[in-house]
């Protein structure tokens, strides 16, 4: 059961060593360039991350900030003795002096950085009452500028602006507050003034983000309707000294809008045809051929519009450019195929309007189509929710069109239907089973013979998933489909408590299992079985079998922790967070001269010869600005060329970088890269590399956020340590496919859900995701809420943070009280892997963290 926490000083650091040390380098950072990184730029809120976390553990001992809790390098969190999930507050320490001014601007700095918009305001707010240095002062108003922006408060963004703009022309911000300037005037559609600030930007900060700033002048110059203007704006983008990112077709497509609007039609025309012919998808050639339809409307050139929009259609009906095409075309009294027209309707989601054109297609063609149109029509169908007319139309297209190349899909879309939504699941099984009868040696017959089996298995229909099972062995041997089939008749034996069978296709999985990890998987079932068998001393042997089979992989840490007695997610014993990160970084300086054959004397601290690459000054600028992505794509550019160069220095020398900036996720993948160039690999990770690498790749991020969230709710911090990593790799700004954002990735709704039952913050919106301190917050009370709901248990509460808590209701049904059949019943391939990948991750911090095991 996870447990409190209360936090002991570690007594080797004084609370008013770490807060002069702080003022000290904060102050040494705005009167010259930084020793670490010399570059005459201020520190960002992510540079100061580790140094502020040492003053805030100062300004909580001094009670100063009484609701946050906050857990620096140089204090130790400990399990408290309390059962309770209740926060034990440790004795206070004693008074110190109130912090500087600037130390107070550090601080709000890691708040804005965490997202905690409150609590930097505040320190903001103290900072400019009390301070009489300007450049203090500009740093606070600078804080308080970005919160208003991030908080719509654009009126409020303004007048802070303007007050560096007009007081402190000196600080380091005065023409970053042009280029916020900018977009505030752009979100309240003074597009006039959006270009003016940005243009004033460019002239005080010169070859940071030129074609950047032009592109958004031009863009704000268009929207003012100033053609001229922003076509000049557009075109000194193009005209760049040091290559950007990426391609200029976007460009190009404003920079041909913007020739249309000026009545430059031909120019138009021919950048439109220039973009069709480069461009590296359909979907920007769809859109180069709507406009320059357009075009030709405007010119009264009808049928060459028409032919435009016609070929868009005909050509690339994934594009919603192409259903645009397909709207004018319509309009303009153009005719296409209703094959086609279904299409582009399919595609852009319009799947009545599908229906009816591929149902007026059929009828006028009857004879005259190659199965396509009863394809479509199915997904239409089934997209549309008309499950009974789709199987229909399913079974005419697998009846008649063999030779197509959707009809090995088409089956287990077919018997996806059966099975989910009309809740045939014997049908379903039959349907694959009828394709592998057809056609055996498909490249899906043996995942169709896997889903049968499962399909049976979810019905609880055992004998036939068993039989089901035993065919993928028997029929497709020598693949890894085969040692799972039969390791999932082991399970089913084991649920079933039928032992001996259960430990016959154990072992035989055993025998035939390819991976390391397959084989680890059978020696801890096997262990498992014995164990019910009565064979004690066959269990334990067969789990010291199997933690040396896969080490590190979850299957042996799990037959390890087996053989130990040791919990599920067991919190580590006597946790200590401190670690002399300066110390170990030097001692991974020597490590790197020693590994890579570099010369003694090289100095390894700073970017060295990357200081003037123009990725990390367009990069840090962008941070400094905000523009997390955009920072990431070109640090990432260029981590991508050191991987590919195999240039061990300069990734290195870029991790550490990107460790002090705060972009973990790029640091975690840069020091990985360092590792694979001296030929280490997960497991030999430990043992062979210095622990400096190792508290990259596993760190304490976030630390101050994750210990409060951890210690408000109940749980090991090192599981939701975990789970970050695991969930977004400690990237605030992150999203996914599937709509989940921040750190732990909560998706909109569930963040609605959350924010309703907590009631904060105050004014949420689905973008207080990407802010760490909402994130986790969220988080961690969702994540301890599933696992109040399974009394307890991890594996179900992770299970239902991934899978969601209904499906993890259901698999729980199936496993009772054991967590590793529970895991085997998880149906969702993605969430097995979630939960095992947890477990892995938190064992390399319990050690990492924990007493030596």
């Keep these: 059961m996870a447990r409190g926490l209360y936090i002991t000083r570690v007594p080797n650091t004084t609370l008013l060593d770490a807060l002069a040390f702080y003022q000290y380098k904060n102050r040494m950072k705005y009167i010259r360039p930084s020793a670490r990184f010399r570059q005459a730029q201020p520190a960002s809120s992510g540079h100061r991350l580790f140094l502020g976390l040492w003053l805030a553990a100062a300004i909580t001992a001094c009670s100063l900030l009484p609701d946050i809790s906050i857990i620096p390098p140089g204090w130790t969190v400990t399990p408290s003795l309390s059962p309770t999930p209740e926060a034990t507050r440790a004795s206070a320490p004693t008074i110190m002096p109130t912090p500087l001014p600037t130390a107070r601007v550090g601080v709000g700095d890691i708040a804005f950085f965490n997202g905690d918009y409150d609590t930097a305001l505040l320190h903001y707010s103290i900072a400019l009452q009390d301070s009489p240095d300007p450049l203090i002062r500009a740093a606070a108003k600078w804080g308080e500028a970005r919160i208003y922006f991030a908080q719509e408060r654009y009126n409020e963004t303004l007048t802070a602006l303007q007050t560096i703009i007009t007081e402190f022309p000196q600080s380091p911000h005065f023409g970053q507050a042009y280029y916020l300037q900018g977009f505030v005037y752009y979100r309240l559609e003074n597009y006039q003034s959006a270009a003016d600030s940005w243009q004033t930007y460019l002239t005080l900060r010169p070859g940071y ?3 950047y700033v032009q592109e958004l002048r031009g863009d704000a110059l268009f929207s003012a309707k100033n053609y001229a203007e922003a076509l000049s704006a557009y075109t000194a983008a193009t005209l760049r000294e040091a290559p950007a990112l990426g391609d200029d077709i976007t460009l190009d497509l404003k920079v041909a809008s913007t020739h249309t609007q000026m009545g430059n039609y031909d120019s138009a025309l021919a950048l ?22 357009l075009v030709y409307q405007t010119l009264g050139q009808n049928e060459a519009a028409l032919e435009k929009f016609r070929f868009a259609v005909e050509h690339y009906p994934l594009s919603y450019h192409s259903y645009l095409s397909l709207v004018a075309l319509l309009d303009a009294g153009g005719t296409v195929s209703e094959l086609d027209r279904g299409l582009v309707d399919y595609f852009a989601g319009e799947y009545a309007v599908a229906i009816a054109a591929f149902d007026r297609y059929i009828a006028s063609n009857p004879a005259d189509n190659d199965g396509t149109v009863y394809y479509y029509r199915a997904l239409s169908k089934r997209d549309f929710g008309f499950y009974d007319e789709a199987l229909l139309d399913y079974e005419t297209y697998i009846a008649n069109y063999s030779t197509h190349p959707k009809w090995g899909d088409a089956w287990g879309e077919k018997a996806f239907i059966e099975w989910s939504q009309k809740g045939d699941y014997t049908k379903a099984a039959e349907t694959l089973l009828e394709f592998i009868s057809i056609v055996p040696n498909s490249t899906l017959s043996s995942d169709y013979l896997m889903s049968a089996a499962r399909i049976y298995e979810r019905s609880g229909q055992y004998d036939k998933a068993v039989e089901t099972w035993a065919r993928v062995a028997n029929e497709y041997p020598g693949t890894v489909q085969a040692s799972n089939a039969v390791f999932l008749m082991g399970v089913i034996y084991y649920r079933q408590g039928n032992f001996a069978p259960a430990l016959d296709s154990f072992n035989r999985s055993l025998g035939i299992s390819i991976e390391a990890k397959d084989k680890a998987r059978a020696y801890l079932w096997i262990g498992k079985t014995q164990q019910k068998l ?5 269990a334990l042997n067969s789990w010291r079998e199997g933690q040396n089979r896969d080490p590190g992989g979850y299957y042996s840490e799990r037959a390890r922790d087996l053989l130990l007695e040791r919990e599920l997610f067991a919190p580590a014993a006597s946790p200590n967070f401190t670690s002399d990160m300066p110390a170990e970084r030097s001692d991974a300086d020597t490590w790197m001269r020693l590994t890579f054959n570099l010369s003694p004397d090289v ?11 123009v990725r990390i000054i367009r990069g840090r600028e962008y941070w400094d600005l905000g523009l997390y992505e955009k920072a990431r794509l070109e640090f990432e550019n260029l981590r991508i060329e050191l991987e590919t160069t195999q240039n061990a220095e300069g990734s290195y020398r870029l991790t550490n970088y990107l460790l002090d900036l705060g972009l973990y996720r790029s640091a975690i993948f840069a020091a990985r890269q360092v590792l694979t160039l001296a030929g280490l690999d997960e497991h030999t990770e430990s043992m062979m590399a210095p622990p400096y690498f190792s508290r990259i790749r596993y760190g304490l991020y976030y630390s101050d956020l994750i210990a409060a969230g951890a210690q408000v709710n109940g749980l090991d911090p090192l599981l939701l340590f975990s789970v970050i990593r695991q969930e977004s790799l400690f990237e605030g700004f992150v999203s996914s496919a599937a709509g989940a954002r921040g750190l732990m990735q909560v998706i909109p709704s569930t963040g609605a859900q959350i924010a309703s039952e907590l009631g904060k913050p105050a004014n949420y919106s689905d973008n207080d995701l990407y802010r760490p301190f909402v994130s986790v917050m969220f988080g961690a009370y969702y994540l301890a809420k599933n696992r109040n709901l399974f009394n307890g248990d991890i594996y179900g509460a992770l299970a239902a943070y991934n899978g969601g808590p209904g499906n993890s209701l259901e698999w729980k049904s199936l496993a009772g009280d054991d967590p590793d059949l529970f895991l085997e019943s998880v149906r969702f391939e993605e969430t097995r892997n979630y939960i095992r990948s947890i477990y892995e991750i938190h064992n390399i911090y319990r050690r990492l963290y924990g007493t030596l095991e």
Excluded: C, H
Aim: hydrophobic residues 30%.
């Design 603 to 613: 100095d390894l601290d700073g970017l060295g010869p990357f200081a003037s690459d």
């Design 534 to 538: 009565g064979n004690e001393n066959d």
């Design 209 to 211: 983000l030129d074609a």
């Design 272 to 293: 439109y045809d220039g973009i069709t012919a480069r461009a590296p998808n359909d979907y920007v050639k769809a859109q180069a051929m709507y406009e320059s339809g």
